[in-house]
């Protein structure tokens, strides 16, 4: 057979960055079931939430999340240490409670939401050295398409502030109202029927 007609195929390298990355989504998919928000932990790092309840645009996800399956999260997340975005990422500094304190805000959130059950929704964390971080919660969201990542922006949003309240609302809190520094934004571009029959039509091809 001619030299040039030889398949050539890559060798693996344990090492490569999506490997590695993939390592620690998958030791994070294999970790323990938590109510939200868990028990405080120190650590930051990446993490899933999960919804079993009956909110009915999203009940084609809650059906495979329902009798300990978990399969499926509604959102996927990180949290870095402090200081991170100031220089200090991948430096070993000490991550405090950065974990827990957004499973925590998340918690908030939903508390918050008008037509959600906090005591439906359930998560999973792992504590990750920081490097890591943003590449295993980039494989995690490739990998599951969360709604709330994908379709519904704003659930991780945080009070703007005095002054910067003319952006719109995020179509999550146009979908769950209730947390009250988003009815101090402008109103959504769009609507809650809208915003369920792109929930809807994204589940049913994705589930």
Not at 38 to 53: H, S
Not at 147 to 164: E, K, Q, T, Y
């Amino acid at each position: 057979m001619p030299e040039e007609n030889i398949l050539a195929p890559a060798p693996f390298n344990p090492l490569d960055k999506r490997h590695l990355g993939e390592s620690v989504a998958s030791a994070m998919l294999k970790s323990p079931i938590h109510p939200l928000p868990p028990e405080k932990f120190k650590g930051a790092g990446i993490y899933a939430i999960y919804y079993t309840g009956d909110f009915e645009a999203y009940q084609n996800l809650a059906e495979v999340n329902r009798d300990n399956m978990f399969s499926r999260p509604i959102y996927v997340g990180k949290a870095v240490p402090p200081g991170a975005r100031k220089g200090g990422f991948g430096l070993g500094g000490d991550p405090g409670t950065a974990l827990y304190k957004r499973l925590n805000e998340h918690f908030e959130s939903i508390k918050a939401a008008e037509n959600l059950n906090e005591s439906d929704f359930f998560c999973r964390y792992l504590v990750v050295d920081d490097i890591w971080i943003p590449l295993a919660e980039s494989l995690l969201i490739e990998k599951f398409q969360p709604i709330w990542n994908r379709v519904l922006d704003g659930f991780g949003n945080h009070d703007p502030g005095s002054g910067r309240y003319a952006q719109q609302k995020s179509p999550w809190d146009e979908l769950h109202p209730g947390r009250e520094w988003a009815n101090r934004l402008r109103p959504c571009a769009n609507t809650q029927d809208i915003l369920i029959e792109r929930v809807r039509n994204f589940l049913h091809t994705s589930v």
